[in-house]
């Protein structure tokens, strides 16, 4: 009888550890492609299979977040796409992600959507998604100082101003050389959001 | 034996999740049978899943068992959900047909007729800053609409003159109550400007035929403004230039609820007419006192908003009496004005929405002309010489109007919606003239209905109507109107609007017995190509009316005519990077018997062809932006109607003054532009019309024996502006920058 407990007793423990693997494993297998993933088909196909993890899992943030990021990614790099449907879909995900936990990657993820909406015409957009997509990076500061990626953020918007609008190389390089710091010092945890540091690189040195 | 348990429990957890593999697969097309790419398929609650490719096609591979619900969602379909049942090994198939969802980032736009501009439109043609900015229109709103196509240069009289119509054709609306002046105070052959600033509106749509069943009383156009909501920040403005001086301050309360704000404002052109020599000799230099003030409270739902603007004016001057060359006719004008506006806008919920106004105005205007002689001196005239004595005159003029109006709109399935509301006018004129007085009191009640109905993201259809009545007449109306909206391309779409308009006649018209409303048909087809920074936009019109007001031989509705015209509107932001320009090309063919028009014909307000191009560049370098605005307008009709014995009006004289050219001219430099720190915002403005010094003559003037005529010239060749612009709190260079990044 005791053997018997102890047996449906593991078993439970396997099953749940069986579970989390799968999310594990899935994930990380989803975040190899990341990398790799080129065509906006396939990016879009990516962002779809988070989402599924997502909406199977219901309490875990980072697919949301995965597949939100690659909307917004989507949004920077296709030039034919609908912003504006883009950005609908990733602050559906992204709301949806902030119900389990707001955190300071999200709100990196608010910002380039709203960039990505501005983009679309900045002339008379500036007032609306300008406002957003800074007011993003100031609630993520206030979640967290220390998340690289808000720098790189906030670089990359000084980089793209021009210095007559208070913008530019030297305005920006501090912020890539801050990002860059926080990013090495930042701890790795397995399929938590880790990019940013080769980014500010890159970007640091075209403002040397 | 734990060694054996393990594996035991491993075993039972591998038959648990199971081995075996199913493929499901299959296809997705719309209702057309055409492929949709990258549609997201999903076995709920599982990973499984797939993304349709190219062809439509998907297929992946699942471990679930049982019944599974299958999901097929792409954004702009409506989502495909199907149970399956997955057992053995047996591959699945599920083809998918999604039905297209309707959404208003998609659909058509239902625009025939109408320019949507400012900021709050998807659509929109013109910002509150492209009219600040558009070079010689000093941010008139008027000024800066006359840039479009079916307007026409009229710079004698103040007004839109749209499509073969007159001035008093165009109303304007303001949260959907209607404004009785929007115009400062008239003075015989110059134009005035409008009482708004373009920075006090989120959005406008200006319809230059074929508005809304939620607007009437206005035969040719309707221009509908929607006020700003909250202020972004709180601040303090100032301006100052030779000519004028205001100051201001906008509050936001800290929980950005609600907010409150007033300005004063005060112009004096004593110093400007010194430098810049005016026609008229103003023996009474025109000088303004303005106020406003304004409060705005969010509601659970929705907001409440007030806005109040005061002004009081004073002018005189005197000009050339066309019958004799010693003397001189002496206007004086007075005027006070005071405007209300009172809306509330709330989100009932369960699809339902109010937007509810009223509206309160009061203007008083008191003009005087006296003839005079060498030395200034009212000169009295007998009645054998009528013509001059009727020169003499005093006029009294004071209008109280009130208004409520109510609208309620529900939404229907997808983004069908109908709207529906009723409004109440009600006005009295204080009327006195020399010795006679008289009292005209008017209610006007409309019930109106409008419903949007889209067939397809690619098909949409407007239809509506009003019912009308005006007690000072004592008539009904239904004016029926519809809009059918086709989209061609992604980009493109083919518009068609009819519809009838009413409208009572002026007050001063009301002489005749049994006098009805006058009466517009439109018919409109309209073609727009739209993309990021490039419109392309075609119309076509025919404008017919009837029961226009005739004043001779005596008062009735006799009077009739037609419209018909194309126009073209190209505006391109991409060509040139941080160049932005707008050509607008107008072509008009009218004929009207109105007034004492002796028969149909084109009216002294109606140029053939019109042109306009406007272009803008700011550079960031010098942080200056330079505006140019040139209008050319063919010569328009003019005519000396005399009278004859039959009351009767023949044409003693006609002819067509030279065309008209003006091109106008404005920078504004921003030197705190982009720098977010600055506590003190400034733009320095300068500007000036009519900078080529063209003669612009806008008609002539007849004697009574008809034997000298005048040119009527605007009272000084150009206009000069310098100012200087301060705001403290809030970036106002952010418009500036935003325009040009």
């Not at chain 2, 049978?33 to 490719?53: F, Q």
């Not at chain 2, 959900?81 to 998918?96: F, H, K, P, R, Y």
């Not at chain 2, 206005?218 to 929607?226: D, P, Q």
């Not at chain 2, 003054?657 to 106008?664: A, I, R, S, V, Y």
Request: aromatic share 12%; with cysteine.
């Amino acid at each position: 009888m005791k053997a018997f407990l102890l047996m449906l007793t593991l078993c439970g423990i396997i099953s749940v550890q069986a579970q989390s693997d799968k999310y594990v494993q899935a994930m990380q297998q989803k975040l190899a492609l990341f990398d790799s993933a080129k065509t906006s088909a396939d990016l879009q196909s990516l962002s779809a299979a988070f989402e599924r993890i997502a909406e199977a899992e219901k309490t875990q943030w980072l697919p949301y977040y995965y597949a939100a990021l690659i909307q917004a990614r989507i949004g920077f790099s296709d030039k034919t796409a609908d912003k504006d449907a883009i950005a609908a879909k990733a602050n559906a995900l992204l709301s949806k992600a902030e119900s389990i936990e707001d955190n300071a990657d999200l709100c990196t993820v608010r910002n380039m959507i709203a960039t990505v909406q501005m983009m679309v015409d900045p002339m008379s957009r500036w007032q609306t998604y300008g406002a957003q997509a800074s007011a993003a990076l100031q609630k993520g500061m206030k979640l967290d100082p220390n998340n690289p990626r808000l720098y790189y953020l906030q670089g990359m918007s000084l980089f793209g101003t021009p210095p007559q609008f208070g913008g530019g190389k030297d305005k920006a390089k501090p912020l890539f050389e801050k990002a860059i710091a926080l990013g090495k010092a930042e701890p790795a945890k397995p399929l938590f959001p880790h990019w940013g540091l080769a980014e500010s690189e890159k970007m640091l040195a075209q403002c040397q | 034996m734990r060694k054996q348990l393990a594996l035991l429990c491993l075993a039972l957890g591998v038959v648990c999740s199971g081995w075996t593999q199913v493929t499901i697969g299959g296809s997705v097309k719309d209702k057309k049978g055409r492929p949709i790419p990258l549609a997201s398929v999903t076995l709920k609650n599982s990973y499984d899943g797939a993304t349709t490719d190219s062809m439509g096609r998907y297929s992946f591979q699942t471990t679930e068992t049982g019944a599974q619900l299958l999901v097929i969602s792409i954004m702009g379909y409506k989502p495909f959900e199907q149970t399956i049942i997955i057992q053995g090994t047996a591959a699945i198939s599920v083809n998918a047909s999604l039905a297209e969802q309707i959404d208003e980032l998609r659909a058509v736009v239902v625009s025939a007729g109408s320019f949507p501009a400012g900021d709050a439109k998807r659509a929109n043609i013109m910002s509150s800053l492209d009219m600040a900015t558009t070079g010689g229109a000093n941010a008139d709103i008027t000024a800066a609409l006359k840039t479009l196509p079916g307007t026409q240069q009229i710079n004698d009289q103040e007004g839109l003159f749209v499509r073969g119509g007159t001035g008093y054709e165009t109303k304007q609306f303001i949260d959907g109550t209607l404004v009785n002046n929007p115009y400062f105070s008239s003075v015989p052959d110059i134009s005035q400007r409008g009482r708004f600033s373009p920075f006090l509106f989120k959005g406008m749509v200006f319809s230059t035929g074929g508005y809304s069943a939620l607007y009437g009383q206005a035969l040719s156009a309707a221009l509908v403004m929607e006020s700003i909501d909250m202020p972004e920040r709180s601040e303090v403005d100032a301006s100052l230039s030779p000519i004028f001086a205001s100051i201001g301050t906008q509050q936001l309360a800290k929980n950005k609820k609600s907010s409150w704000g007033v300005n004063y404002n005060y112009t004096n052109l004593t110093a400007y007419f010194n430098i810049v020599k005016q026609k008229p000799d103003y023996f009474k230099t025109p000088v303004f006192h303005g106020g406003d003030a304004n409060f705005r409270i969010k509601t659970k739902n929705g907001i409440i908003k007030y806005y109040t603007t005061f002004s009081k004016s004073d002018l005189g001057l005197r000009r050339e009496d066309i019958d004799s060359s010693y003397l001189k006719d002496a206007f004086g004008l007075s005027n006070y004005n005071w405007y209300n506006n009172l809306s509330w806008r709330e989100n009932l919920g369960n699809g339902w929405k109010m937007q509810a106004g009223t509206g309160f105005s009061i203007n008083k205007d008191d003009i005087s002309q006296h003839v005079q002689d060498q030395a200034n001196a009212d000169k009295q005239f007998s009645n054998a010489v009528f013509w001059m004595r009727d020169k003499n005159f005093m006029l009294h003029n004071k209008q109280i109007a009130a208004q409520a109006r109510l609208v309620l709109e529900k939404r229907l399935s997808g983004i069908n919606n109908i709207r529906f509301g009723s409004e109440y006018w009600y006005s009295r004129n204080n009327i006195s003239y020399n010795d006679s007085s008289y009292v005209l009191p008017d209610h006007y009640k409309a019930l109106f209905a409008e419903s949007n109905i889209y067939i397809t993201n690619d098909l949409a259809l407007t239809v509506g109507g009003r019912l009308e009545h005006n007690s000072s007449i004592d008539k009904m109306a239904v004016a029926p109107r519809a809009t059918f909206a086709y989209k061609t391309s992604k980009d493109a779409q083919v518009s068609l609007a009819y519809g009838i308009f009413f409208q009572k006649p002026e007050n001063s018209q009301l002489r005749g017995n049994d006098m009805r409303y006058t009466k517009a048909s439109h018919y409109i087809l309209n073609y727009t190509k739209m993309t990021r920074l490039r419109l392309f936009r075609a119309e076509a019109y025919y404008k017919k009316y009837e029961h226009l007001v005739k004043t001779a031989p005596e008062y009735s509705n006799n009077g009739d005519g037609y419209a018909k015209g194309v126009e073209v509107l190209w505006r391109d932001r991409q060509s040139i990077k941080g160049f932005d320009y707008w050509v607008s090309y107008s072509y008009l063919d009218t004929k009207r018997d109105y007034l004492n028009f002796p028969e149909r014909m084109t009216p002294n307000f109606a140029a053939d062809h019109t042109v306009s191009l406007v272009t803008k560049r700011f550079f960031t370098s010098i942080k200056t932006g330079f505006n140019f605005t040139y209008s050319f307008a063919t010569g328009r009709p003019y005519y000396n109607l005399q009278q004859q014995t039959n009351q009767k009006y023949r044409i003693a004289d006609a002819g067509t003054t030279k065309d008209f050219h003006n091109l106008g001219f404005s920078m504004n430099y921003v030197p705190n532009a982009g720098n977010p720190k600055a506590r003190t915002n400034m733009v320095l403005l300068a500007s000036v019309t009519n900078v080529l010094g063209a003669q612009q003559v806008s008609g002539y003037n007849y004697s009574y024996s008809g034997l000298v005529k005048s040119p009527i010239l605007p009272p000084a060749k150009r206009f000069f502006l310098i100012g200087i612009f301060l705001s403290w709190g809030v970036d106002r260079t952010d418009d500036i920058i935003n325009n040009n990044l």
